[in-house]
């Protein structure tokens, strides 16, 4: 389509007015049309796409190397080179937050597998036996030493039964070396009687169920607060019926049901920390606005600061969690990495309040004294609200 160059005798399709560019100048709509060939249109998307990554490269590295320059930028009316602060907070955080999920659930795998108890028998062999006799006698001893659930809560009866079976498969094996007949099948898919270890000299004793097991054994009741109306007290019983569920699950289920249970909470707490902060950024301007009230500073521009040191920080985050993984792929392969990204780690982590004191101080204008001192009275706050939401969050999550 010919760009036009003469506007005379043209009208708004929207609202009728005449128009004087390219833009209406009553309603704002465009004079050009949406329907237009499909090249076109994957001409203007890369043009889109090429010009956000051109923004990207121009605020990243500052973002991160230059304390307070992107704000400086951004009162000074120098906007368009930079990713818009909400925007660029906006990304960081769902990016940060979708990696520390990833990160979290090889952490959990990895602990899972190496803190996970194996089931170990004494140092007697099955072909030490020289008679059936001996074998039986061998293989009873050897069930006796397997540790008793309540002792290791860690090992589930599904993991004892197959040691078990294991064991009398070994048992089964050298019984026909012997010439003699093997254990029946029953026998051989037989439960794991659960025993103390033999070694220890321990009885078993019955387990006390403890105020969490008295919970969990009776079933959620409906909320009803006098203060909160229906609707609220409604959604309180909901959530305290699916916390009930996600830990009793986790508690007592078997291997899958705890395995579902564990990832529904962390898929809720890792849901709901981005609303999270997002409630406490507002909060955030308001402590910078009260610890700075006599700077005559709109509300909106301690919001800025906001939302540009929360970037800052989902940045870090990021790139930690990143250097983390980075480190967990490369142990196998080559540990001699892990000492420089464990620096790097560490660099990162002294970073990120040292950036947001060089922030605070370009920005105000204070002299130093004075900008520590109020650093730490914002960041002594600002710590304990985030505790509490991130709290709020873990509650919610559990409950998800």
């Known amino acids: 389509m010919k760009q036009l160059t003469s506007y005379e005798g043209l009208h708004c399709a929207n609202c009728g007015a005449a128009m004087q560019g390219e833009f209406c100048h009553e309603c704002g709509q465009s004079i050009h049309s949406v329907l237009k060939p499909v090249h076109h249109m994957v001409e203007e998307t890369v043009e889109t796409v090429l010009h956000i ?67 170990t028998v004494n140092g007697e062999h099955f072909s030490d036996a020289n008679t059936p006799s001996e074998v039986r006698e061998l293989l009873q001893r050897q069930l006796d030493t397997l540790p008793h659930i309540d002792d290791y809560g860690l090992l589930s009866s599904a993991q004892l039964d197959r040691s078990a079976m294991n064991m009398r498969k070994k048992a089964n094996r050298r019984l026909i070396e012997l010439g003699a007949a093997p254990m029946s099948a029953a026998s051989l898919a037989a439960p794991a009687m659960p025993a103390v270890a033999a070694s220890t000299g321990k009885t078993p004793v019955p387990h006390e169920p403890d105020a969490l097991d008295k919970a969990l054994q009776q079933e959620s009741r409906p909320v009803h607060l006098s203060w909160l109306p229906d609707v609220a007290n409604a959604r309180l019983t909901v959530l305290g019926r699916r916390w009930h569920k996600n830990v009793r699950d986790f508690k007592d ?103 947001l004191l060089i922030m605070q101080k370009r920005i105000y204008h204070q002299g130093w004294p004075m900008t520590v001192l109020k650093f730490w009275f914002v960041g002594w706050f600002y710590f304990w609200l985030l505790t509490f939401a991130l709290t709020v969050a873990a509650l919610l999550g559990i409950a998800h």
């Open 253 to 355: 289920g078997d291997a899958t049901t705890r395995a579902e249970a564990k990832q529904r909470m962390i898929n809720g707490v890792f849901g709901a920390l981005p609303m999270t902060m997002f409630i406490l950024i507002p909060v955030f301007a308001g402590l910078l606005k009260l610890f700075y009230v006599f700077r005559r500073r709109l509300y909106m521009e301690h919001l800025i600061v906001a939302l540009h040191s929360h970037a800052f920080m989902f940045l870090a985050l990021l790139l930690l969690a990143l250097v983390g993984m980075l480190s967990a792929w490369l142990q196998p392969h080559a540990a001699w990495t892990a000492a420089p990204l464990g620096w790097l780690q560490t660099l990162l982590a002294l970073w990120v309040p040292a950036y």
């Open 53 to 119: 990554d051109g923004r990207i490269v121009q605020t990243l590295p500052p973002l991160l190397f230059k304390p307070g320059f992107l704000t400086l930028e951004y009162f000074a009316g120098r906007r368009v080179p930079y990713i818009a602060p909400f925007r660029l907070m906006f990304v960081l955080c769902l990016l940060s937050f979708f990696v520390c999920h990833l990160a979290f659930d090889r952490f959990t795998d990895a602990i899972a597998e190496s803190s996970t108890p194996t089931v």
